[in-house]
């Protein structure tokens, strides 16, 4: 079947799966000389509707690594989302410098389960959300030049299948195994499953971006201080609050992130599979 649309899929709470996954897709658009359309699946409100695709499209889909793994908060959403009919995927995950370990491998799979075919795939590093000491100069030039290569690699394999010629093969194992257990300084795990940000009260002039920005749409919208839902520590109200109010102080917390900077500053490699 010829494709006749491509579409962008992301969930991205700080920017770098957007980034990446447009990149891809216009990349693909300019190929193929095919119209584009973005599906900005990062609010609570674009994840209430679902989404049907069939043999005549092209999707990049991409979502950020969290503990080694697709965002659990974001399965039960993916699962009963999306319809592939056929149509032709390209897994995406952002990594922030550490590892992507089995993440791409569970959103192939999870692809597959919904009725995509997957034609190409990547793994990308990108600024970590925690902390702009690892790959805060990700996705490059050089990443995006391999992106490019991606789409030209995916033009030729979309021309040349036939029916559902042969499965792709990620990185990652099958079945997907268990999340990554974050350690702390002293290599122990560090557990802030409860954490939530703190809002410093005499910097916030309540300009409810914060709010308006949550994924899980968590922050309170008569009063920003207070999380009122669950908090997947995404980052998004931090980095994007205009005053810099928000932060977190939990000592599990910063010491998982002070561990990711003592030893995860060697830039990580990007990957992509066709
Ligand atoms: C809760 C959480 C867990 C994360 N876990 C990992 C991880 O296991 N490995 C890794 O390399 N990066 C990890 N990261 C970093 C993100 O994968 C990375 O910053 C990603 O590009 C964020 O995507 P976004 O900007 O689209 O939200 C994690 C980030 C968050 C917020
Ligand atoms: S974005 Fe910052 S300044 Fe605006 S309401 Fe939230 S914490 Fe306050
Ligand atoms: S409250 Fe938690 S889930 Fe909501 S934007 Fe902030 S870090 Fe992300």
New binding site residues.
Partial sequence: MKIKKITAVYF???????KVVEALARQLKDNLELPLDIADITLPGAREKGRTFDADDLVVFGT?????RVPNKLLPDLKKMFSGGGAAVIPVV????????DALMELKLLLEAAGFVPVGAAAVP?????TDQLAGDRPDIGDFQILSALADAVEVVLKFRKGEGKALRVEGHNPVGPY?VPKGEDGQPAKFLKAVPKTDRKKCDRCMLCAAHCPMGSIDLKNPAVISGVC????ACIRDCPQHAKSFDDPAFLSHVAMLEANYTQPAQIKTFV
């Fill in positions: 991205s709470a700080t920017g770098n799966t957007k950020p690594v969290y503990a080694g952002t990594f922030g410098n550490r590892s992507f370990d990108a600024r970590h959300a925690f990554y997947i520590k995404c980052q």
